[in-house]
Nanobody
């Protein structure tokens, strides 16, 4: 399965963005879809995940109440809705799939190409 991440851009602090992760050449059935971010010279960091079959979700503490991870089964797409954005949210955001619900990036096998989110103060 190939993942296409999109929706990044430049936004002011307090604003919102919605990232999309679309699967092609397959579906998300049987997978967990996770969103991670990576800032320059920092490790990839978990943001949120959704178990496709059950819609069960989990979030990093730093995004709880600000981010949600909805899905659209008809479009085979997972989103990351980011509200109340802060400058420290600036990073390249990646979506990925795993066979288990994990916050660890090494558990994820397929990765999208990343989309840059820049939050200005």
């Amino acid at each position: 399965v190939q993942l296409q991440a999109s929706g990044g851009g430049l936004v002011q602090a307090g604003g919102s963005l919605r990232l999309s992760c679309e699967a092609s050449g397959g579906t998300f059935n049987g997978y967990t879809v996770g969103w991670f971010r990576q800032a320059p010279e920092k490790e990839r960091e978990f943001r949120a995940l959704i178990i496709w079959s059950s819609s069960w979700t989990s979030y990093a503490d730093s995004v709880k109440g600000r981010f949600t991870i909805p899905r659209d089964t008809a479009k085979n797409t997972v989103y990351l809705q980011m509200n109340s954005l802060k400058p420290e949210d600036t990073a390249v955001y990646y979506c990925a799939t795993a066979r288990i619900a994990s916050t660890r990036s090494y558990e994820y096998s397929y990765w999208g190409q990343g989309t840059l989110v820049t939050v200005s103060s």
